[in-house]
């Protein structure tokens, strides 16, 4: 901020003790002029015959109370500006009517009190103002008359009078508009901040909830088949020696994939793109130089998603129907992430040896998938945290898709997601 910024500023803030000032200022200088005017105007001789001055104020005090009276409201001409224009107006015009006859420089103070109003005040006050200026201008043209032989002197004196109201008018108009548009300006710059930083929070929060989805679809699907492989593998251990070889090697493949999975978010996280879902990272291979992008999982990888559940002993089967389009970026990793939360909530609830389908349906206007079991279903347990239904409906919402879950009519669960498609999409 400059130092004239600075300064508009703190004048701004102390208004009325600069205008207290001002209004100060104003009386010094018409005090005089006023006085010397009118006490030239009345002079009459004295008993021996010598001319002296006479007032029509009264006395000095009373010119004095009449100045201050003109000039004082003016220290309000910014804290209330129509009742000190009102104040200003009224004073001169019974000054002009009852006292003296004549224009006075303390009278040039309405033009003062005509700024004010007009930059300051509402419409009415503004409109009161002009007209009442206006007026007054054409008293002094009735007023020159009657004192005056002369007619064209009255009606020059009435027309400047005119013109100097108009021209102040003006400049205040002038003024007031500048001010406006500063104020919008500010106010607009305002907004903007607060605009941003909302957009900010919002977009923090979406990223926060981004990152739940991702870390809760990785780890909840992970540990889930992790536990069931080892409790079945310890179970089965005394039937079957090679059933805990099975399950270990199967937990290896189920922790390797999911710390992939940890790392290609992690690398999603780092990089300096939007923050929508990516569709994959650039990584590079170490000692080769060579840079490969590691894609995130999308509808086409849902057969190895049901060949890792059927191989941890879940009895489940994928059923694709229609012609396969290519999906918005980040639609396909919905799909995805979706039947994989699905599947986990069949193997965590749906209690043993459930016969699970998943249906993935292209039609014209959308995709559809469907997970159903014939386990629990309403009698399932829950661990009472909800975050796996409330991250599919905020996924499937992102795409401006809907999505049902809940047990189905003759037994089991099951959950149906449908995304739009644009059109022309093949």
Same mark, same amino acid.
């Given at each position: ?30 005090? =005089? ?39 004082? =409201? ?100 002038? /003024? ?33 909830? /981004? ?116 999906? =918005? ?90 995304? =739009? ?6």
């Amino acid at each position: 901020m400059s130092r004239w910024e600075r300064l508009l500023a703190w004048e701004d803030e102390h208004r009325f003790a600069v205008d207290c000032v001002f209004a100060g200022v104003l009386l010094l200088v018409v005090l =005089p002029g006023s006085v010397v005017v009118n006490g030239s105007l009345v002079r009459v001789p004295n008993a021996s015959g010598l001319p002296i001055t006479r007032y029509a104020f009264g006395s000095f005090a009373a010119g004095l109370a009449l100045c201050t009276a003109v000039a004082v =409201p003016l220290a309000w001409r910014r804290v209330a500006p129509a009742p000190s224009a009102g104040v200003v107006y009224g004073v001169v015009l019974a000054q002009m009517l009852f006292l003296t006859p004549v224009v006075l420089p303390l009278d040039f103070l309405v033009l003062v009190a005509l700024y004010s109003a007009t930059v300051h005040s509402p419409l009415w006050a503004r409109r009161t103002a002009l007209w009442g200026a206006i007026a007054g201008s054409g008293l002094v043209t009735v007023l020159l008359l009657q004192r005056s032989n002369d007619v064209l002197t009255p009606f020059a004196a009435g027309t400047f009078a005119f013109l100097m109201v108009l021209a102040v008018w003006a400049f205040a108009l002038a /003024r007031r508009g500048r001010m406006l548009r500063l104020e919008a300006l500010v106010d607009r710059a305002r907004q903007a901040e607060v605009d941003r930083d909302r957009q900010a929070q919002l977009a923090t929060s979406a990223e926060r909830a /981004r990152i739940a989805r991702e870390m809760h679809d990785i780890v909840a699907h992970s540990l889930s088949v992790i536990i069931a492989q080892a409790d079945g593998g310890r179970y089965a251990a005394a039937a079957n020696p090679q059933a805990p070889t099975h399950a270990l090697e199967t937990i290896g493949e189920i922790g390797r994939a999911a710390l992939t999975d940890m790392r290609r978010l992690l690398g999603v996280l780092r990089t300096d793109g939007p923050h929508d879902e990516a569709p994959g990272i650039i990584t590079a291979t170490p000692g080769t130089g060579s840079v490969a992008v590691a894609p995130q999982p999308a509808e086409g990888d849902l057969e190895d998603l049901v060949a890792q559940l059927r191989g941890a002993g879940m009895r489940v089967s994928l059923a694709r129907v229609g012609t396969p389009r290519n999906l =918005p970026p980040g639609a396909g990793l919905t799909v995805f992430r979706i039947a994989q939360e699905s599947l986990t909530n069949v193997l965590k609830h749906a209690g043993p040896d459930p016969n699970v389908t998943v249906l993935l349906a292209w039609r014209p206007e959308a995709v559809v998938l469907e997970v159903a079991d014939d386990g629990r279903g309403a009698a399932a347990d829950s661990d009472g945290a909800g975050q796996g239904l409330v991250g599919m409906r905020e996924r499937t919402a992102m795409f401006g898709g809907t999505l049902s879950a809940g047990p189905r009519p003759g037994g089991g669960f099951r959950v149906r997601a449908e995304i =739009p498609t644009p059109r022309g999409v093949s």
